[in-house]
């Protein structure tokens, strides 16, 4: 199934996190989105492996992506090996996007930052015709996304490209509340985390506020292109 964008994130409620609003509208405008988690999250300290899957189907279902997959990687162990970059391969190959979106370089988490290079890899290494892929028997097309854009996590970069997500907004709390084993609960008695503190969501939503004030807009994403972002007339600009 060819789908425009696909969203990859090496733990579920990575892309609620950092892109799901941007995700949510390009769905609302009628663009097909498809999310790949390349792990289960099976190491967080709140939940299970079964439960995040659970709240991953549910958030999916908020955004209304096409689809969500899970390479099932090992989590806090994503190895940029040319095995798993095969599989990255695969998935861009069968899906055909036109654009990834995927982790910044420069992250707090370990698996953020493995994840960018084997994205990034796997973006480029998917247009050659010489690299050899099969999927279900059927040998597979080269294909390599038009653009590829970088998601801001935990770690903040300057972006090039910001995202007016004020009208889905709430559609990303809701994807976000779907996590609730991630979330601040205090009712709970497993082990604090960073995400499961009272105010880290409400961080999370002041930075998308920060970002919309740069463009005029309530809320906005903040991404980063490598490579220069055309538009038609300078009038696009927002």
């Not at 425009?4 to 949510?24: F, K, N, Q, Y």
């Not at 999370?204 to 038609?232: C, K, Q, W």
Request: contains cysteine; glycine residues 6%.
């Amino acid at each position: 199934m060819n789908i425009d964008v696909l969203a990859i994130g090496a733990h579920p409620d990575d892309i609620e996190l950092s892109c799901a609003a941007t995700v949510a509208k390009m769905v609302r405008k009628g663009y097909t989105v498809g999310i790949l988690d390349l792990t289960e999250g099976e190491l967080g300290t709140r939940g299970s492996r079964q439960l995040r899957r659970k709240e991953a189907d549910a958030a999916a279902g908020i955004l209304g992506v096409t689809f969500r997959k899970n390479l099932r990687l090992p989590d806090g162990n994503i190895e940029v090996s040319r095995a798993n970059m095969m599989k990255v391969i695969q998935q861009i190959r069968a899906h055909a996007p036109s654009i990834l979106l995927f982790p910044h370089w420069l992250e707090r988490h370990p698996d953020h930052e493995h994840a960018n290079r084997l994205c990034r890899e796997a973006w480029f290494y998917a247009g050659l015709e010489k690299i050899n892929t099969s999927l279900n028997g059927r040998k597979q097309d080269p294909h390599r996304p038009r653009k590829c854009y970088h998601f801001m996590q935990k770690f903040e970069f300057a972006p090039n490209l910001i995202v007016d997500v004020s009208d889905v907004y709430e559609v990303k709390k809701e994807a976000l509340a779907a996590f609730a084993s991630q979330f601040h609960n205090p009712k709970s008695s497993e082990r604090e985390t960073l995400l499961s503190s009272a105010v880290f969501l409400n961080h999370v939503y002041a930075r998308d506020l920060h970002f919309g004030s740069l463009i005029n807009a309530t809320y906005g994403e903040a991404f980063f292109a490598i490579e220069p972002v055309g538009v038609e007339t300078l009038f696009d600009i927002k």
